[in-house]
Structures are given as C-alpha cells and as structure tokens.
C-alpha cells in the first residue's frame, strides 16, 4: 500500500529536469518506482515491485493490468532522460528514467515487476537523515490530469525548502510566500519549451487548477512584463503560494557531497537580501 505522502530529496527535486514527453500517469509511475527504489538498502540495477500494490495505490483497485498500456508508458518511459545540476554531479550529465526490459515487460516475478533503474539515479533519490525533502501527496499523483500539475508543484515545494536563490523572495510571512522566479527557470522546471502565451494558457493554468484542487495549496500566478509602452517582454513569473504550514524559506546549507564538483562548474552565489516590491496587477488569464 503506498503512503498518503510520498517524500523526496530536495536538493533531487529541486535540480530536476525530465527530458520526455511522458502523460501524468507516466509520471506518477516513474517517480512511484523512483520512491520504491530509495527504499532498498543497497544499490541494485534491478528493483522488484509487487505489480499489483503499485496499480491499486495508483489506478484504483477496480483497473485491471493492461498490456498494451502498459507497453505504451514504457516506450514513453524508454525515450526518456532526468537530467540534474551540479549539485548532483553523479547524474549532471543525464541518466535514462526507470524503464522494463524488453523480455521482461509480461512477466511478473512472484508479482512483481523487474524495473531497470540506474544505480546514480536510485542513490539520488534516498533520503539521508538531516535531509530536507519535498512531500508529494499520493492524491495528486493518482489524479492529476496534467503532467504539469506534479512538476510545478515539486519544484515550488522545493523553493520553499530552500533550493532557490534567495534573491527570488519578494515577501514573506507564516501562510503565505511570494516569489519572482525568472522565466527560463519556470520554463526549465516544467520542461516546457513552447512560448510564453503557450505557458501561461497549457502549462500554469491548468497545473494550478490541478493543485489548488487536489492540495491544501493556495497557488497563483503573474507574468512580471518589462516596463514600457504596450505588452512588454515576459521577464519572469511571480508565485503566490499559500499552504496551511508554509515557513520563510530555509537558508540551502550545503551537504558534503562524496564526488567533488568538475573544474569547470562555478556556483553561483546566494543572494541573502529578501526585498518587498509590490506584486504587478496583471494576473493570468485562467
């Protein structure tokens, strides 16, 4: 049976960029299997999960296997790559997501499924203790609709614990943040390479619907515009997020990690300075 709540890394979440064009249910398989595979106590190229346990805690106990489905999401799954920043330098340079190999895709090994998962990648998504972690309720992966509804809100649920620049805080209180995030970073943490109109119209709007509905999250959203005459340029996007037990965001504290940074990889600094300009008054569209 799976959790109510199922518990990532931060600092995984926070990097994450998923390089596919996988369904919401995709994506709830994935990162289900991602979930299973920290559980193990060692590094296996090969997880075991009870089919059955994993189908019901997603779809319900009245959906039956399918095949062809099955075999779909896997090709899906196949054409796919998570790709990572430099705080993770094991898996910087991309690593397949979990997949089934081809001969073993209708075979249940005393129930379960045999996922083929890269080793990196299974160690980047264990939890250590003093790790900050993002809390993903199991409603939203079992019903969002959208695939974007369950990346925008781990990367947000990420920002709040601190894998952000702080120069991104615009204000701060007990129940509620505001947070101006550049384009490029929103675009980068959905996946999403379409135009800003595309973005706002097939990525924010319905992702936030999703969430507002299926969370105990407040979520809003403003394009930040450049100043001038007319529609200005989109230069970012202002977050308003609400949520019963949200805090000021945590400082990042920097873990030691057991492979060293290349070279070439510069961090770049964190700004500490929290400012308080207004919010702009020109909201989305939904």
Same mark, same amino acid.
């Given at each position: 049976?799976?959790?109510?709540?199922?518990?990532? +890394?931060?600092?995984?979440?926070?990097?994450?960029?998923?390089?596919?064009? =996988?369904?919401?249910?995709?994506?709830?398989?994935?990162?289900?299997?991602?979930?299973?595979?920290?559980?193990?106590?060692?590094?296996?190229?090969?997880?075991?999960?009870?089919?059955?346990?994993?189908?019901?805690?997603?779809?319900? *106990?009245?959906?039956?296997?399918? @095949?062809?489905?099955?075999?779909?999401?896997?090709?899906? @799954? #196949?054409?796919?790559? @998570?790709?990572?920043?430099?705080? =993770?330098?094991?898996?910087?340079?991309?690593? +397949?997501?979990?997949?089934?190999? %081809?001969?073993?895709?209708?075979? !249940?090994?005393?129930?379960?499924? /045999?996922?083929?998962?890269?080793?990196?990648?299974?160690?980047?998504?264990?939890?250590?203790?003093?790790? #900050?972690?993002?809390?993903? +309720?199991?409603?939203?992966?079992?019903?969002? &609709?959208? /695939?974007?509804?369950?990346?925008?809100?781990?990367?947000?649920?990420?920002?709040?614990?601190?894998?952000?620049?702080? &120069?991104?805080?615009?204000?701060?209180?007990? #129940?509620? @943040?505001? !947070? /101006?995030?550049? !384009? %490029?970073?929103?675009?980068?943490?959905?996946?999403?390479?379409?135009?800003?109109?595309?973005?706002?119209?097939?990525?924010?709007?319905?992702?936030?619907?999703?969430?507002?509905?299926?969370?105990?999250?407040?979520?809003?959203?403003? !394009?930040?515009?450049?100043?001038?005459?007319?529609?200005?340029?989109?230069?970012?996007?202002?977050?308003?997020?609400?949520?019963?037990?949200?805090?000021?965001?945590? *400082?990042?504290?920097?873990?030691? &990690?057991? %492979?060293? =940074? $290349? +070279?070439?990889?510069?961090? =770049? $600094?964190?700004?500490?300075?929290?400012?308080?300009? $207004?919010? *702009?008054?020109?909201?989305?569209?939904?």
């Amino acid at each position: 049976m799976l959790p109510e709540i199922i518990t990532f +890394p931060a600092v995984t979440i926070g990097s994450m960029e998923v390089g596919g064009e =996988l369904t919401a249910g995709d994506l709830a398989v994935m990162l289900t299997v991602l979930w299973y595979a920290a559980q193990q106590t060692r590094d296996g190229v090969h997880v075991d999960i009870d089919e059955k346990v994993m189908r019901n805690g997603l779809f319900g *106990p009245k959906k039956a296997r399918d @095949l062809k489905r099955d075999g779909e999401r896997l090709g899906r @799954l #196949d054409q796919t790559r @998570l790709f990572f920043d430099e705080r =993770l330098p094991d898996v910087q340079n991309g690593v +397949p997501a979990p997949t089934i190999d %081809q001969g073993m895709r209708r075979v !249940l090994v005393d129930g379960c499924q /045999r996922w083929t998962i890269d080793t990196a990648l299974q160690a980047a998504f264990r939890i250590h203790d003093n790790d #900050d972690v993002v809390q993903v +309720p199991l409603a939203l992966l079992q019903r969002a &609709k959208c /695939r974007f509804s369950t990346l925008l809100y781990m990367r947000v649920a990420a920002w709040i614990e601190g894998e952000l620049d702080r &120069k991104w805080i615009r204000r701060a209180t007990e #129940d509620k @943040l505001l !947070l /101006r995030v550049p !384009l %490029q970073e929103v675009k980068e943490a959905v996946g999403f390479g379409g135009d800003t109109a595309q973005l706002a119209k097939y990525v924010l709007a319905p992702a936030i619907s999703e969430i507002t509905t299926l969370t105990d999250w407040h979520l809003n959203a403003v !394009l930040v515009r450049a100043p001038g005459r007319g529609l200005g340029k989109v230069l970012a996007v202002d977050f308003l997020i609400g949520r019963p037990t949200l805090v000021t965001p945590k *400082p990042r504290v920097r873990k030691p &990690k057991q %492979q060293e =940074l $290349p +070279p070439n990889v510069v961090r =770049l $600094p964190v700004s500490q300075r929290i400012t308080q300009r $207004p919010v *702009p008054d020109e909201s989305i569209d939904f």
